[in-house]
């Protein structure tokens, strides 16, 4: 038998033993990882047990803790009884009485832990057991005490009172929280559903920080509430749909409109992302896109102008976005100021500075009603770009000092990805419109919306087929709009007409 006619060997690697001792590797392997597992669920089921077991003796220390206090507050009231029916010995009494809360207050001073809300409550019903036994010494006695200072309430019943424009407190109940939205510029907003009507809203919780600055804080967010309320009506401002109180008077929640779509400033860093990785023709922002977000914004600002209001803090931050990024709406109205008078100008600033440090406020100081002309341009800018005009590098003064030198020296007009958009568009955003040095020739919102680029972009709007169509006040605001254009004959380029002539 010849060499070629043998059997030909097997290898090695597809004998029967190497295959069964890969198998046996396979399942000892298999078995150390549930032998691994098997430990971690272990020691995850200890760790949980034993942060239970610490959370209930936690929770039974809290309840002692309350049960003290709720002892406390039945004898606050029952010298409060007793001080109304004494009325033969009434120096003596009050003295006593003011002992007892003293005493009282500093055994609650000592207790750890106390719940905020009942410490409150205990701190206004000594106030008026206080008040009302000097009231009793004061009528028996017909001569008022030396120690009664009627100021000391004054705070406390000021934060008792309850605002015309908040409702009832404690209607954070009706709400189920969905999930976290991010930080305003003085609270955090959460998304909630509402447990009657089944729609979704924007919470923000406005907290009072201390003893020291809870008029302040409240005044503030007071003067936000006051500022939905007027400027909610109009289809391009965030509207608002409750303000109330917690019931301890240490929060306030402002319920307002829910944009799904996020904010600009989340729309503009996905468009650079996309620029960085695919290059910068298939991350661009469309021209028809940018230029219904320029208007509806033009609309938003001419509406807080004609009441004499300035926002002050316009940046892509509080520009929002509903129906698929396709509709705008200004919110977050925390640094809201209002004028006296059309020609006023606010002496105070605050804001982001690579969006709101003006000129004139490098200048000469003050806000006014083109500050945010000049704030409405940058945002034009870094869409059409997809880069902010001016940008502040590092922190501190230096930096703002860099800032503001680039904002008075470097033009901006020349950037090369302007030259992918049409013309009416990129002079919007330069310096012979929005973005003027001089504030006197820069356009007022009104001047924008009847501008030639305008009209043209409004009609091309209303003439879309919208996946999500629009709501039917802004369609009737965008045809009074292109009315008006019509009506003052504003056919001619952009480029040939000149804004200034709506000034300020």
Known sequence: ??????????????????????????????????????????????????????SQLRLKEIQKERENLRNMLDNTEN???????TTTTATATTATTRLKTNKTTARIKRLPLLNRRLKSNWHRNTEIASTSTTTATFTSTATPTPNFHPASTSTSAALSQRPADLSSPGNHRNYKKVRNLGRGSFGAVTAARHLVDGKIYAIKAIAYRGVSTVSKDRERALKEVKTLKLLSDHP????????FESKNLSKLYIVAEFCESGTLHERLVSAKRVVERNGWDSGRLEPKLVGSWIFQLAAAVEHLHSRNILHRDIKPANIFLCAGATQVKLGDFGLVG???????????????????????????????????????????????????????????????????????????????????????????????????????????????????????????????????????????????????????KVVEDLHGVKLSEGKV
């Open 338 to 488: 209002v004028l006296e008078n059309s020609m006023d100008v606010a002496k105070s600033h605050v804001g982001t500075p690579m969006y709101n440090m003006t000129p004139e406020l490098l200048t000469t100081g003050g806000v006014s009603k083109p500050a945010d002309m000049w704030s409405m341009g940058c945002i034009i800018h870094e869409c059409l770009t997809l880069e902010q005009p001016y940008t502040q590098k590092g922190r501190g003064m230096t930096s703002i000092v860099k800032l503001g030198q680039s904002i008075l020296n470097t033009k901006i007009d020349g950037h090369p990805r302007l030259l992918s958009y049409p013309l009416g568009l990129r002079t919007i955003c330069s310096h012979e419109c929005c973005m003027s040095q001089n504030p006197l020739e820069r356009p007022t919102a009104s001047a924008l919306l009847e501008s030639s680029i305008m009209l043209k972009i409004m009609k091309m709007y209303l003439s879309t087929k919208h996946i999500i169509p629009p709501p039917f006040d802004l369609i009737q605001l965008v045809k009074s709009k292109v009315l008006l254009g019509e009506a003052a």
């Open 236 to 243: 391009c401002i965030v509207g608002l749909k409750d303000a």
């Open 79 to 85: 010298t409060k009884y007793t001080a109304r029916n």
């Open 1 to 54: 038998m010849s060499s070629f006619s043998s059997p030909p060997t097997k290898l090695p690697f597809h004998s029967s033993t190497a295959f069964k001792s890969r198998m046996a590797a396979r399942k000892r392997a298999n078995l150390e990882i549930e032998r691994k597992q098997q430990i971690h669920s272990r020691q995850q089921t200890k760790r949980l047990s034993i942060s239970r077991r610490a």
